[in-house]
C-alpha cells in the first residue's frame, strides 16, 4: 500500500486500517444484500435487521475510507487556480485548505455530538444497536481526519515540502 512520506507512522497505519475496516464493510455489505435477495425471491421473507447492518455497512464504507484517501492524496483535490500560483501561494493556498477542512471537521464533529447528545439514548429499530455506535465510523473517520490535517498543518518537516493540489510527484 502506497504511503505518503508527509504522514507520520502511526497515523499511516490508523488511516490504512480504516480502510482495511472499510473494505470488510463492503465485502459484509454485498453479501447482506445478496441474502436478502435470496430470502425475498427464495423464501417470500424480508429481513429488516440485514437493512439495518447495510445501512450500517454503507456508512462505515464511506467514512473509514476518507482518512486513507487523505493520507495518499486521493481526495478531492480542485488544482486549476492553485497550478497558477508560484511555489510560496500554493504553499500559503494549502494552509487554508487545511484550517477550512479543520473547520469543517469541527463542524461535523460538533453537529455529531448534538445529534447523539439528543439521539444517542436510543437504539436502532431491528437490532437494538446503539446509536453512538452506529455512527462510530463517522465519528472516527472524522476525527482522524482532523488529526491528518493537524499534523500537516503544524508539522515543519512536512509543511515545507507539501504538495500542492497536483498529483503526488506531479
Known sequence: MPR??????????AASATL???????????FLVVLQVACRNVFDLG???????????????VFLAVPHL??????????????LLPRGGQRA?????????????????????????????????ALGIPNLLFYAPAILGFVLFAAITLYWLFSPSTRIGRSTFTEPGG
Open 4 to 13: 505518503n512520506p508527509r504522514v507520520n507512522a502511526p497515523l499511516a497505519w
Open 20 to 30: 482495511y475496516l472499510g473494505l470488510g464493510l463492503l465485502l459484509f455489505l454485498a
Open 47 to 61: 429481513i429488516p435487521w440485514a437493512d439495518e447492518l447495510s445501512r450500517f455497512c454503507g456508512l462505515g464504507l
Open 70 to 83: 487523505l493520507v495518499n492524496d486521493k481526495h478531492i483535490a480542485m488544482d486549476l487556480f492553485a497550478n
Open 93 to 125: 493556498l494549502a494552509v487554508v485548505r487545511d484550517v477550512a477542512s479543520l473547520a469543517f471537521c469541527g463542524i461535523i464533529l460538533w453537529a455529531l455530538y448534538a445529534f447523539l447528545k439528543r439521539a444517542g439514548k436510543f437504539a436502532t429499530p
